[in-house]
């Protein structure tokens, strides 16, 4: 569609239609501003996108949300479908020595029987020490390995954290800040009932359907959403930007422009305008891909919403099985199980075909699920994503830019930009809302 049929020039331009890029559009068109919302993708959402299942939209990736998520809470209490929000309690688990385990409160926690008494217990106090942790850049000069042992011991590293490190993170575990795995721990320990339960929230007809919620109230509100429109450059003239190229060859000029891409993306649209050591610090954050086996079946796995997987022999870090949250009257009856792994995009997992994938996991889970068939299956899809986990290495703060880049107009969010929280529509909203109200002003 060509631009000048549009506007001839808009307030901001944004690339990219996920909850950051959704989020920072919705608080401008709010205040009146214009704005242009530039989306590669067919639809908008990003990793919370969705696809069909019978007549029901399921997510791509799993998601859900804590029941003290406040910032999206918030939006959609502003969008009045506050009544679309199923809060319920959850049953999480772990599969260990070719045993499950459920460890959805602090008694299943007691009867965990894979440790001795003695560091079940300090696992347990392990979370309450880590919620009076008040000032998190204490955490930063360590990683998640040396302080896990030191709250937990080596005995409950072993059997617990080092496997879900391993696991998610693979040859970069050793990595990972210890201020991201205090995070998790305070975030899932706050979400937890009065009985000890974990109560998650999710979003009647998928988050795919929030995303266009949003989307609607952006249009409704002046905003202009182009899908299916790939940004290749930021445009600047005498240091400004002066707005967005697109693939064809078009321009959709603005006085401000927002990235909502992931930072090598961002890099790459910025290539020609900023200097090298802004994008050489663009590159330098890392992230990990994720590959994502949703599958259909006609009967369930378990009762387990959330099973953590600490075998080292099986493929995947977790086996998510969604409609034990979501019922699966939802999705005609079927039974959703989705089978998640990050990883680097060279990982022979991620260069698999759909149905080499496919064929390489249900051998595992039959393992796992000795009375699970193929017959079962009643359709198989499998997902990728390039940049799904940003790497939150120790001084990570010193290492993660801000919002503003070397051209004053131009400015970033993304998930990588959330810490020390971790990636999550809650903060992608939050944060992007906090930009908008900025560039409200500009």
């Known amino acids: 569609m060509p631009v000048n049929s549009i506007a001839s020039k808009f307030h901001t331009v944004i690339v990219g239609g996920g909850f950051a890029g959704l989020a920072v559009a919705y608080e401008l068109t709010l205040a009146g501003k214009s704005v242009a919302l530039v989306e590669a993708d067919s639809e908008v959402g990003g990793l919370a996108g969705g696809f069909k299942v019978e007549d029901e939209t399921l997510e791509k990736f799993y998601h859900h949300w804590f029941n ?17 929000v199923l809060l319920r309690p959850t049953r999480t688990g772990m599969y260990y020595a070719n045993q499950f385990f459920r460890l959805s409160t602090p008694l299943d926690l007691l009867r965990f029987s894979a440790l001795p008494m003695v560091d079940r217990i300090r696992l347990g106090l392990a979370v309450l020490r880590a919620r009076r942790v008040k000032d998190w ?23 617990v954290w080092d496997p879900l490190l391993v696991g998610k993170f693979g040859t970069v575990a050793d990595d990972v800040s210890a201020v991201w795995f205090w995070k998790k721990l305070v975030l899932r320990g706050g979400s937890r009932s009065s009985s000890g339960d974990e109560v998650l929230a999710y979003y009647k007809g998928g988050f795919a359907a929030l995303a266009e919620r949003l989307a609607e109230a952006i249009r409704n509100q002046g905003g202009t959403i182009l899908l299916s429109s790939t940004a290749s450059s930021v445009a600047a003239e005498n240091g400004l930007a002066t707005g967005i190229l697109l693939a064809n060859g078009e321009i959709i000029e603005a006085d401000n422009v927002v990235l909502s891409t992931a930072f090598p993306i961002s890099a790459n649209l910025l290539q020609q305008v ?13 992230y990990l891909a994720n590959v994502c086996l949703v599958l259909s079946l006609d009967r369930s796995l378990s009762d387990t919403y959330w099973l953590n997987v600490n075998d080292p022999g099986f493929p995947y870090v977790g086996v998510i099985e969604h409609t034990n949250f979501e019922p699966p009257s939802s999705y005609g009856g079927r039974h959703i199980v989705y089978l998640s792994k990050y990883l680097p995009t060279d990982h022979q997992m991620y260069q698999m075909s759909d149905q080499e994938l496919i064929d390489f996991s249900l051998p595992h889970l039959k393992k796992m699920f000795p009375d699970f068939e193929k017959s079962w299956i009643l359709d198989a899809h499998v997902w990728k994503a390039e940049f799904a986990q940003p790497i939150a290495e120790r001084h ?17 969010t993304s998930m990588a930009q959330v810490y020390p929280e971790d990636r999550g529509t809650n903060y992608a909203v939050k944060e992007g809302r906090k930009l908008g109200r900025i560039l409200s002003h500009a």
């Open 68 to 84: 003290n998520d406040v910032a999206i809470m918030e939006i959609i209490e502003e969008l009045g479908v506050k009544d679309n």
């Open 274 to 286: 900023a200097p090298s050591e802004f994008l050489d610090r663009l590159r330098r954050i890392r």
């Open 137 to 159: 850049k204490k955490l930063e000069g360590l990683t998640a390995k040396e302080w896990l042992i030191k709250l937990c011991g080596q005995r409950a590293y072993d059997v």
């Open 396 to 412: 990570y703060s010193t290492l993660v830019p801000g919002n503003s880049t070397p051209l004053p107009n131009v400015f970033l």
